[in-house]
């Protein structure tokens, strides 16, 4: 890891730029604080949250969870709009403004007695999230690295935000078991109030640092139409969107379905939380890859290797080497996807319009985030088997490794 941000230490924003004159290590250090601080808080804290808050509520858990998914469904809405501000203003209002709003919403939500209070608050977190997580903060990585640097300072990002789930759900655990999940909020609130001050003293205030050629707004548009009229955009976005599908799908089922193979609930859970750590060693894997191949070309393949995984798991699952192999295939892509997508928009298309383009992708990404668990449930509760949810699973990472790879073969974007 000191390695990573060693390598981004000499990139600065230039004279006259008009934003903070902050290193590179400054700037990912901060990222990588407040990513982590942001999805432990923001996200991943509501999964622990969610029985005691139901039962005070006097409401089912399904209820309640429906909050969290308008709350994925609202950042869906608002990308395309975020991206936009984000190209043309940069992210250092925005983060700053979403990152405090998260910390104040987290202090409305340990006060809600009613659903509907909840529902609403959950909305405001989905754009409070929308507005400082990922796909802001790759916004403000694309415009400030030179593209040699843009992958290892994704990369650096999300190696420490991986490990969000591990360090916020057993805290948040904990405050709730000892505190209750009211007061287990307002901590959380007091958290995520830090990453407030990082976002504004280290985010750039201008939209870019980088190729700060004269733009207008009909150049701008017209490098916007020749992307979408790109058939290597519609190829990424049907890659992505396939492969975010599976992985959802997989990893809300994954413990019921090694439960239902005869496996404890303790070693299905263990295994189950193999994913976060084999996330990280993934994308260490793909940058580490990505010096001697193409980023299609790696992505496809691990993609692919899922696509093997899955389908394999209902045959070995029952067996303890058999499910811990086939946990370990699928995992090693589990979060390729969150450094291969940025790296492949900046490399195939103008960075002034990153933002817009990344957000144009992550509303059928979100849309299927939301809809995958769901039809999973839906197809195990007509047939009584997981075995066609794992052979959904495997067809939608063969889809996706074969739009990228397809991607890949698309060697020039149309020119505005």
């Known amino acids: 890891m000191l390695r990573l941000m060693a390598l981004s230490h000499a990139t600065r924003v230039p004279a006259g730029s008009g934003g903070n004159r902050v290193s590179g290590r400054r700037l990912l250090a901060a990222l990588a604080i407040t990513q982590t601080i942001g999805y432990g808080a923001l996200y991943y804290a509501f999964a622990v949250i969610l029985a005691p808050l139901a039962a005070d509520l006097h ?14 469904l609202t950042g869906a809405v608002l990308a395309v709009p975020i991206g936009r501000w984000l190209d043309r203003h940069g992210g250092h209002t925005l983060m700053t403004a979403g990152s405090a709003a998260g910390a104040a919403l987290l ?21 409070a999230s929308a507005a400082s997580l990922y796909e802001a903060a790759f916004a403000v990585v694309i415009g400030w690295f030179t593209p040699e640097r843009r992958s290892t300072a994704v990369l650096a990002i999300t190696v420490v935000a991986g490990f969000a789930s591990t360090v916020f759900m057993p805290l948040t655990g904990y405050l709730v078991d000892r505190h209750g999940w009211r007061t287990a909020l307002l901590v959380l609130a007091a958290v995520q109030a830090v990453t407030v001050p990082l976002h504004a003293l280290t985010v750039p205030r201008t939209a870019r640092t980088r190729e700060r050629t004269q733009r207008t707004p009909t150049r701008d548009a017209g490098t916007l139409r ?16 396939a492969h975010t599908a599976a992985i959802t799908g997989l990893s809300v089922h994954l413990v019921a ?3 239902a193979w005869g496996h404890p609930p303790a070693f299905a859970a263990t295994v189950a939380g193999l994913l976060g750590v084999l996330s990280v060693t993934g994308r260490l894997v793909t940058t580490g890859l990505q010096r001697r191949y193409r980023t299609t070309t790696i992505t496809a393949a691990i993609f692919a290797v899922q696509g093997a995984a899955a389908l394999a798991l209902p045959i070995v699952g029952a067996t303890i080497a058999g499910a811990i192999g086939a946990v370990i295939g699928f995992g090693i892509g589990f979060g390729v996807a969150t450094i291969a997508k940025p790296v492949l928009l900046a490399e195939r298309y103008d960075t002034h319009r990153y933002a817009t383009l990344a957000g144009i992708l992550v509303v059928p990404m979100t849309l299927a985030k939301a809809a995958a668990p769901l039809a999973a449930a839906a197809v195990h509760t007509s047939v009584g088997s997981y075995t066609p949810v794992l052979a959904a699973t495997a067809a939608c990472c063969a889809v996706a490794a074969a739009a990228i790879a397809a991607s890949g073969r698309l060697t ?3 020119s505005a």
């Open 412 to 414: 020039t974007a149309p």
């Open 107 to 127: 202090v409305a939500w340990s006060h809600v007695d009613s659903l509907w209070q909840l529902y609403a608050v959950l909305v405001g977190i989905g754009a």
């Open 59 to 72: 409401t089912t858990t399904t209820a309640v969870t429906g909050a969290l998914t308008v709350s994925v």
């Open 226 to 241: 020749a992307a979408l009229a790109d058939r290597a955009f519609w190829l990424l976005a049907a890659g992505f969107t």
């Open 257 to 259: 379905a090694l439960t």
